[in-house]
């Protein structure tokens, strides 16, 4: 089957075989702002920047758009950089900041001063808004729009030296406050912050706007292919603007691709800070969150997402990934690669009355089925177990074919067991389970043959560790969160996170090198950063179920 490549592949590989590349060689890059832990949907940026400049042997620059010094942390910064590693990504000697460029700006921007282009604007911010116009009319002329060069380059430079007040002025481009393109409407260059910079500290109090910033970094840089998603489609002739400013040498092209929406999550930085401040979540890393930091800790792989945004494609309409997608890719990554344990969640004791009581044997269970190489492990059993406390019905319902009493299930990979009786707390909460085993049926098999319909999961009672299991759910409970009040807060799933505080687990999962698990029958589960020897704690990363499967064979 023939290889298939997206529009912009297309595009790329046109401009190669043409010749349109200085040195035939593209440079793409990522450009994240450093206010917020990146989000799923940046997964699609850096896979397509970075994938494409290895496919066609670029590079890809991994810049810093911090041009808002008082949202941006070096928190920030340092958990992009290990989302884009963890991811599998590199960009090697290729770190670069927009504030390496303010120099630049600042020099390009007394440059338009001079040739007539660019003013200051001393507006209030509601005049700009007010008189900037709407999609149907144009906007009005600021009554500073004529002021002489010498006069501009004055108070510019009072706005550089710190001698007016936040919102008192602004540096706004003059192009055309009559252009359909609102964003082409004297559009602003440079604002006054009185904030300290993470990487300039305070040698600046006035900062260059992203539009102005963002093409000019790309042009400095060498930039080829610069990929943004949809919503930058209206910016793009306000970025080739800036990029055709005389002192610009090299002119860099901007393509737009359709961003990655997912049902049930929201893709605002904004909206996901909220959820931080608010306390609705532990932290930009809670497992409920769609950043990449939160996926990690909830026990996503990267070649999982990988996958996912290989399944979605690159595509100019927008559109929203159903959220079960996500979790099939998860899912079916996690089964090939995931360490078999045995993990009783909500626990019984079963007491086998005619096992003797001092006796211990083992049993082997295969790591993971699916891998043909893969490794075994014992498993140790003895007269008292722990089983899911829904593997027994006192009163069973229709087709319920696990423990009931008369009733004989197999207990995976080890014996034969008929519930006999059963004994209660003063609530009247079932606290044993008593059976009986049959000897010669170890290992599922018997003398006569005979078969049984219910297999239950199990571990030793002696010797099992208790465990905290956090079985989480998505954060929202609608498909488009706000959708019926307009908030989103409303939609908020408040059963997203449901603790198991006195789970039972068998002793291997602290000896496997592995860092992720299929609980057998349970899910898929994997260590929290927070788990420690005394103290173990897993999250469910998915679960067991395929609803995407069932969602697909109906399409």
């Given at each position: 089957m023939a290889e298939t490549i997206n529009f912009i592949e297309k595009i790329i590989i046109d401009d190669l075989e043409k010749g349109r590349i200085k040195n035939n060689k593209i440079?793409?890059?990522?450009?994240?702002?450093?206010?917020?832990?990146?989000?799923?949907?940046?997964?699609?940026?850096?896979?397509?920047?970075?994938?494409?400049?290895?496919?066609?042997?670029?590079?890809?620059?991994?810049?810093?758009?911090?041009?808002?010094?008082?949202?941006?942390?070096?928190?920030?910064?340092?958990?992009?950089?290990?989302?884009?590693?963890?991811?599998?990504?590199?960009?090697?000697?290729?770190?670069?900041?927009?504030?390496?460029?303010?120099?630049?700006?600042?020099?390009?921007?007394?440059?338009?001063?001079?040739?007539?282009?660019?003013?200051?604007?001393?507006?209030?911010?509601?005049?700009?808004?007010?008189?900037?116009?709407?999609?149907?009319?144009?906007?009005?002329?600021?009554?500073?729009?004529?002021?002489?060069?010498?006069?501009?380059?004055?108070?510019?430079?009072?706005?550089?030296?710190?001698?007016?007040?936040?919102?008192?002025?602004?540096?706004?481009?003059?192009?055309?406050?009559?252009?359909?393109?609102?964003?082409?409407?004297?559009?602003?260059?440079?604002?006054i912050k009185y904030a300290v910079h993470p990487r300039t500290g305070d040698k600046w109090c006035i900062y260059p706007m992203y539009d102005f910033t963002h093409p000019i970094s790309d042009a400095i840089e060498g930039i080829t292919h610069s990929l943004c998603t949809l919503e930058f489609e209206d910016h793009r002739p306000a970025y080739d603007w800036a990029c055709s400013i005389d002192e610009i040498e090299h002119t860099p092209h901007q393509y737009e691709f359709a961003r990655l929406n997912i049902s049930y999550t929201v893709m605002s930085k904004r909206k996901l800070l909220n959820l931080v401040k608010l306390g609705l979540v532990s932290g930009w890393d809670d497992p409920r969150m769609p950043t990449i930091s939160g996926i990690i800790r909830r026990g996503y792989s990267?070649?999982?997402?990988?996958?996912?945004?290989?399944?979605?494609?690159?595509?100019?309409?927008?559109?929203?990934?159903?959220?079960?997608?996500?979790?099939?890719?998860?899912?079916?990554?996690?089964?090939?690669?995931?360490?078999?344990?045995?993990?009783?969640?909500d626990p019984v004791k079963l007491i086998i009355d005619n096992y003797p009581e001092d006796k211990t044997e083992y049993f082997e269970l295969t790591d993971n089925p699916e891998d043909p190489d893969s490794e075994k492990h014992l498993i140790s059993f003895s007269r008292e177990l722990f089983i899911e406390r829904e593997d027994f019905m006192e009163e069973p319902i229709k087709g319920y074919h696990r423990l009931y009493i008369g009733n004989e299930v197999r207990l995976k990979s080890a014996y034969y067991v008929t519930a006999i009786s059963i004994k209660k707390d003063t609530d009247g909460k079932i606290t044993e389970i008593h059976a009986l085993y049959d000897p010669e049926s170890r290992g599922g098999e018997t003398p006569d043959k005979r078969k049984v319909k219910g297999t239950s999961h199990w571990v030793n009672a002696k010797d099992s560790l208790n465990a905290e299991i956090r079985l989480y759910d998505k954060l929202f409970k609608n498909p488009n969160p706000g959708e019926k009040t307009g908030n989103y807060l409303d939609d908020l799933n408040e059963n997203s996170l449901k603790i198991l505080e006195n789970a039972k687990i068998e002793t291997f999962v602290t000896k496997s090198k592995s860092k992720y698990f299929q609980f057998i029958r349970n899910g898929y589960f994997t260590p929290d950063k927070d788990s420690t020897p005394s103290k173990l704690i897993y999250n469910r990363t998915v679960t067991l179920k395929d609803s995407w499967a069932k969602i697909k064979a109906k399409n």
């Open positions: 440079v793409t890059r990522f450009p994240p702002e450093p206010n917020g832990y990146l989000h799923i949907g940046h997964i699609k940026s850096i896979c397509l920047n970075f994938g494409l400049a290895k496919k066609y042997n670029g590079v890809c620059h991994l810049r810093f758009d911090d041009t808002n010094p008082e949202k941006e942390d070096k928190e920030y910064i340092e958990s992009i950089k290990s989302n884009i590693k963890w991811l599998g990504f590199d960009w090697g000697k290729n770190e670069y900041y927009a504030s390496d460029y303010y120099d630049k700006l600042y020099s390009i921007a007394v440059h338009l001063i001079e040739k007539g282009l660019a003013y200051v604007d001393g507006q209030t911010p509601e005049e700009v808004k007010a008189n900037r116009g709407t999609l149907t009319e144009p906007g009005i002329n600021s009554p500073d729009r004529d002021r002489s060069v010498s006069e501009n380059l004055r108070l510019f430079n009072e706005m550089k030296e710190g001698l007016h007040p936040e919102g008192k002025y602004l540096l706004r481009a003059k192009l055309d406050m009559s252009s359909p393109n609102i964003n082409m409407r004297d559009p602003a260059l440079y604002r990267p070649e999982s997402m990988i996958d996912f945004i290989n399944k979605i494609g690159i595509a100019k309409v927008e559109s929203v990934v159903d959220f079960s997608l996500m979790e099939f890719c998860v899912r079916d990554d996690l089964n090939k690669r995931a360490t078999r344990i045995m993990a009783v969640l």
